[in-house]
């Protein structure tokens, strides 16, 4: 029964009674119980999700709020025990006021309450949050509140309220989860003279729900309720969890105080600046350091030399207590520490130009993993990463420190084509969406070229292709590592096959391409049957990256960065054989992209080149017929095979 999405706990446990007790009595229970047949498949149900929202200081949006939730999940097979742990995650703002819960046999209303059993808040524990494998250091909490009885057939109830000091980033409502859902409720007490704005996206697209508007003494009630959701199931290649959910988002747009107040994108952007005024200030140090970095790579783009410097000199860490989860440290101070978060690394990077004159703004973004955004709903919380926008002919150019393995020019998948926010000197901003790179510009070439047991590899990586391979090139031991991985990413298939030999041919300084050459042994590529031999050219192209999919689906097929990926197979045919047979070409043009394959024959020598250019990075529901067709065109090469004979042979 998690308040919010789950997030991975860390060690260091800690039973307080920091919370005040629960109601000092409970209701009777409701007639909501559910027959396990109307939720076929499910563990538990969510017989009602309710919360109350009213805010501290009906003038003054940044005094923060109050929410109070209550929920009753029933528990149908001996998987939905664990819905009897509650979850509550608490921020540096937030504190957990009073919790209480209690575990009862489903019945109709008016039966007798049989075998209750009830706990409080002092039997509440408190974990520190610990992700990304210590990437991540914060102040953040992990409340835990185990609720007796939570069996099989029995209903559990949870009542808490959290209290929280801002409300400039007021956490969306989700109506939905991970098991059935009867009825799910928002309730917020707008007070008097203010206006709130909303957002609902549902599903994979964004949509409308209207409250229902109810006078209230000081203001108005608005309430927002769906009732009978399905789970929300991720598909493969799916969506991630955070874009299917069924979700609300709050901001405050007007109140008489002005504080906390956000009525439209630029006055988010002026909050931002706030928080990042008088840090950029560099000398002595990084002046030394930058000047003597800038001596050795006199030519290209000194914005590029400079995104260089401080991706490759400071590492990523988080370390966010208190307003440190919005307010970055001063750039000298990161410079110093050789390390910083997003919004760290940005800040230094940002001084940097400032300093050599290159003007660059920050840019707020909204990653894939983050959730649905909304327009129309400008608040600090539709973000959860900064960037560089660095302005270029109208438009901009985007860079990101924190991709180590990232070219200047390039942004990681996890933030093209998504909204972002440039915040611009001025007081203005404005949302953009980020570009999603061409597929030319990931580029997958391989060319194996076969002389009897011997083979040369090369390969050439662009854009994307080229991530995976930058870490072996830092690494001590290069040359054994990247052997080891020629052998597994692409030797895999070849029986019998070992590397010999292997190396970078060229490291270029712009980060965004890389060319491998290998020689490898293959004694049994080719094998023999009766007087023919075949060398099949699928144990050198791979296979082919099927996406496998229901043939009914609800969400989008994403397929992850477009790109092209080249195979070519040349074989030299040896002096006493000839050939005999080769695939024919093949052509196919789908909604995902184009494959097509093409031989070529000469005296002594065969040529097999494979190209998927796939242009698409996601495909619709009704659209997967063609994909299906795609992968079937691209799989089936896979087993066909170049056939040779002897040259006596008719």
């Not at 509140?145 to 969306?172: I, N, W």
């Not at 997003?342 to 840019?363: E, N, S």
């Not at 290069?478 to 070849?494: G, K, Q, V």
Request: glycine fraction near 10%; charge should be neutral; charged fraction near 20%.
């Amino acid at each position: 029964m998690n308040a919010q999405p789950c997030v991975l706990l860390g060690a260091g446990l800690a039973v307080l009674s920091a919370c005040a007790h629960g109601p000092a009595a409970w209701p009777p229970p409701v007639d909501m119980g559910l027959p396990p047949d109307r939720a076929p498949g499910a563990d538990a149900v969510h017989l009602s999700r309710t919360a109350e929202l009213r805010f501290l200081d009906h003038s003054d949006p940044s005094a923060g709020y109050e929410l109070t939730v209550h929920e009753l999940v029933q528990v149908l097979t001996p998987g939905g025990r664990a819905l009897g742990r509650v979850l509550i995650p608490l921020d540096y703002w937030t504190r957990l006021e009073s919790i209480a819960g209690r575990s009862y046999l489903a019945q109709s209303v008016g039966a007798a309450m049989s075998s209750q059993l009830v706990a409080d808040g002092k039997d509440v524990a408190f974990f520190p949050v610990v992700v990304e494998g210590g990437a991540h250091y914060s102040d953040n909490r992990i409340a835990i509140f185990d609720v007796p009885g939570a069996h099989v057939g029995r209903v559990v109830e949870v009542r808490y309220k959290v209290r929280s000091r801002q409300s400039f980033a007021l956490a969306p409502w989700t109506f939905d989860g991970a098991i059935p859902t009867r009825r799910s409720r928002l309730t917020v007490l707008e007070p008097a003279g203010w206006k709130l704005i909303w957002g609902y996206s549902g599903g994979d697209r964004s949509g409308s729900l209207a409250p229902v508007i109810a006078p209230a003494e000081g203001g108005r009630w608005l309430t927002w309720e769906q009732r009978d959701l399905p789970a929300v199931e991720e598909e493969p290649y799916g969506l991630p969890p955070a874009q299917l959910l069924r979700t609300l988002q709050l901001a405050v747009a007007e109140a008489p105080s002005g504080r906390g107040v956000y009525g439209d994108w630029s006055a988010v952007g002026r909050f931002y600046r706030s928080l990042t005024a008088g840090l950029g200030g560099v000398t002595g140090e990084v002046d030394r350091d930058l000047a003597q970095h800038l001596a050795a790579h006199p030519n290209g783009d000194e914005a590029d030399a400079i995104y260089r410097f401080v991706r490759n000199r400071i590492r990523y860490v988080a370390i966010r207590e208190g307003i440190g989860a919005l307010k970055p440290h001063p750039a000298s101070a990161v410079y110093a520490a050789r390390f910083g978060d997003c919004k760290d690394m940005v800040t230094l990077l940002l001084a940097l130009y400032a300093k050599r004159g290159i003007t660059a703004f920050p840019a707020l973004v909204s990653t894939r993993s983050h959730g649905p955004f909304h327009a129309d709903v400008p608040t600090t919380s539709a973000f959860d990463h900064v960037i560089v926008a660095i302005p270029r002919e109208g438009s901009y150019r985007f860079t990101d420190p924190t991709a180590r393995n990232h070219a200047f020019s390039m942004l990681p998948w996890e933030v093209q084509g998504q909204q972002a926010l440039v915040v611009i000197d001025d007081g203005r901003s404005e949302i953009v969406k980020l570009p999603i790179a061409a597929a030319e510009a990931n580029r997958h070439e391989v060319t194996w070229h076969v002389r009897g047991d011997v083979a040369t590899l090369g390969i050439r990586l662009e854009g994307e292709a080229v991530i995976p391979w930058r870490p072996l090139q830092r690494a001590e031991d290069a040359r054994r590592r990247l052997i080891r991985a020629l052998e597994t990413s692409y030797a895999s298939d070849l029986d019998g096959a070992a590397v010999d030999d292997a190396g970078w041919a060229e490291v270029p300084a712009s980060d965004d391409a890389l060319t491998i050459r290998a020689t490898v042994r293959v004694p049994r590529a080719t094998v023999a049957l009766g007087d023919r031999r075949f060398i099949g050219f699928g144990q050198f192209f791979g296979v082919a990256p099927e996406v496998r999919v229901p043939a009914e689906r609800l969400s989008p097929v994403e397929l992850g960065p477009p790109g092209v990926w080249v195979h070519r197979l040349i074989v030299d045919v040896p002096a006493d054989a000839r050939i005999e047979r080769v695939p024919p070409p093949v052509r196919v043009r789908t909604a995902g992209g184009r494959y097509e394959l093409r031989v070529e024959t000469g005296p002594g020598r065969v040529e097999i080149t494979r190209v998927m250019d796939r242009q698409a990075h996601r495909i619709a529901p009704n659209e997967l017929g063609e994909l299906r067709r795609f992968n079937e065109a691209y799989a089936s090469h896979g087993r066909d095979a170049v056939v040779l004979a002897p040259v006596n042979l008719p």
